[in-house]
T-cell receptor, first 115, second 116 residues
Framework: EPEVTQTPSHQVTQMGQEVILRCVPI?????FYWYRQILGQKVEFLVS????????KSEIFDDQFSVERPDGSNFTLKIRSTKLEDSAMYFC?????????????FGPGTRLTVT | AQSVTQLGSHVSVSEGALVLLRCNYS??????LFWYVQYPNQGLQLLLK??????LVKGINGFEAEFKKSETSFHLTKPSAHMSDAAEYFC??????????????FGAGTRLAVHP
C-alpha cells in the first residue's frame, strides 16, 4: 500500500541553524501539507501546497518557514533559523483531492529537537 | 472558527471491555469529522470519517462513531478492546467550505492503554 515517507526520523540541531525536513508524498497525490505537534500539545496545521504554490498557511508559518517541491517526488519544509520553540514532531501529509471529506495520508513524522 | 476537544488525555481499559473516547467539536458551518489513530513510530492513520448522511459511521478494526449534532459530539467506540488497540487517537474537524477548507483541526489526542 502506498505511504507517505519522511526523513530523517529524528533531527537534532542548534538554535539558529537551518533545517530541512523531507517528505515523499504518495505518488499520484496533488495536495501536500505540513503539521506539527509540540510535545503535549495538539497537532497544528502549518501549510498546504497545491500546484506549486501555498494554498493556505497558519499564523505559525511565518517568514522563517518555507516549503518547496523541488522535483516530482519530494516535498520539503525548511526552517531558516531554528528557535527552541520549534522543537516538535513534524508531520507531512498528502491527499489526492483537497478539502471536504477526502482523507489526508500522514507520514510517520520527524522529531526535531532544537538545543 | 472550528475547534475540537477530546475529554481525557489518557484512557485505560481492560481487554474485552468497551472503549469510549470522547470528542466534542465546535463549528459554525457543517463539519466533516475524522478519527485518526497513531501507533508507536507510525503516522496518523484514518479510522473513520463522517461526511453526510448516516450519523453512525463504521471504521476499521471494529471502531465506530456517532455524529450527534445536538450534542456537537463525535465519540469513538469499540465494543470489545483488544491489546492491539493501544495507541493514541485523534479527533479532527474540517469545514465544508469557506477559507480553511483544506486544513484539519485536531484535538489534543487520547492515549488508550489496554491491560490484560
Amino acid at each position: 500500500e502506498p505511504e507517505v515517507t519522511q526523513t530523517p526520523s529524528h533531527q537534532v540541531t542548534q538554535m539558529g541553524q537551518e533545517v530541512i525536513l523531507r517528505c515523499v508524498p504518495i505518488s499520484n497525490h496533488l495536495y501536500f501539507y505540513w503539521y506539527r505537534q509540540i510535545l503535549g500539545q495538539k497537532v497544528e496545521f502549518l501549510v498546504s501546497f497545491y500546484n506549486n504554490e501555498i494554498s493556505e498557511k497558519s499564523e505559525i508559518f511565518d517568514d522563517q518557514f518555507s516549503v518547496e517541491r523541488p522535483d516530482g517526488s519530494n516535498f520539503t519544509l525548511k526552517i531558516r533559523s531554528t528557535k527552541l520553540e520549534d522543537s516538535a514532531m513534524y508531520f507531512c501529509a498528502s491527499s489526492l483531492v483537497g478539502g471536504g471529506p477526502h482523507e489526508q495520508y500522514f507520514g510517520p513524522g520527524t522529531r526535531l529537537t532544537v538545543t | 472558527a472550528q475547534s475540537v476537544t477530546q475529554l481525557g488525555s489518557h484512557v485505560s481499559v481492560s481487554e474485552g471491555a468497551l472503549v469510549l473516547l470522547r470528542c466534542n467539536y465546535s463549528s459554525s458551518v457543517p463539519p466533516y469529522l475524522f478519527w485518526y489513530v497513531q501507533y508507536p513510530n507510525q503516522g496518523l492513520q484514518l479510522l473513520l470519517k463522517y461526511t453526510t448522511g448516516a450519523t453512525l459511521v463504521k471504521g476499521i478494526n471494529g471502531f465506530e462513531a456517532e455524529f450527534k449534532k445536538s450534542e456537537t459530539s463525535f465519540h469513538l467506540t469499540k465494543p470489545s478492546a483488544h491489546m492491539s488497540d493501544a495507541a493514541e487517537y485523534f479527533c479532527a474537524v474540517r469545514a465544508w467550505f469557506s477559507g480553511g477548507y483544506n486544513k484539519l483541526i485536531f484535538g489534543a489526542g487520547t492515549r488508550l492503554a489496554v491491560h490484560p
